[in-house]
């Protein structure tokens, strides 16, 4: 089964750099884009970052832009967000996402906690 395990979440102060790291297993990794998501309690899901299958198109959303970067190793099955120049408006639970098999899977979400 279709399996999505984040890591590398925790507590920065503002302005440093964490970088998260999903493992995927259980479906065909490199021919799955993949996603990055954040939520904070009270507010919907959003999308963070998306990488294609390939690892050669990336999009970002505008609050993230410059300072994150999505990236894939397809020898590894597993995809990163390098997150820098964090401010505490990036604190949420991140997840790891991919749409495969006609449904959306999940990880268990990993924390990130700016301080200011």
Do not use: H
């Given at each position: 089964?279709?399996?999505l395990v984040e890591s590398g979440g925790?507590?920065?102060q503002f302005g440093g750099s964490l970088r998260l790291s999903c493992a995927a297993s259980g479906f065909t990794f490199s021919r799955n884009a993949m996603?990055?998501?954040r939520q904070t309690p009270g507010k919907e899901r959003e999308l963070v970052a998306t990488?294609?299958?390939t690892g050669g198109n990336t999009n970002y959303a505008?609050?993230?832009k410059g300072r994150f970067t999505i990236s894939r190793d397809n020898a590894k099955n597993t995809v990163s967000l390098q997150m820098n120049s964090l401010k505490p408006e990036d604190t949420?639970?991140?997840y790891c996402n991919v749409f495969t098999a006609w449904r959306d899977y999940?990880?268990?979400g990993t924390?990130?906690?700016v301080s200011s």
């Amino acid at each position: 089964q279709v399996q999505l395990v984040e890591s590398g979440g925790g507590l920065v102060q503002f302005g440093g750099s964490l970088r998260l790291s999903c493992a995927a297993s259980g479906f065909t990794f490199s021919r799955n884009a993949m996603r990055w998501y954040r939520q904070t309690p009270g507010k919907e899901r959003e999308l963070v970052a998306t990488i294609s299958s390939t690892g050669g198109n990336t999009n970002y959303a505008d609050s993230v832009k410059g300072r994150f970067t999505i990236s894939r190793d397809n020898a590894k099955n597993t995809v990163s967000l390098q997150m820098n120049s964090l401010k505490p408006e990036d604190t949420a639970v991140y997840y790891c996402n991919v749409f495969t098999a006609w449904r959306d899977y999940w990880g268990k979400g990993t924390l990130v906690t700016v301080s200011s």
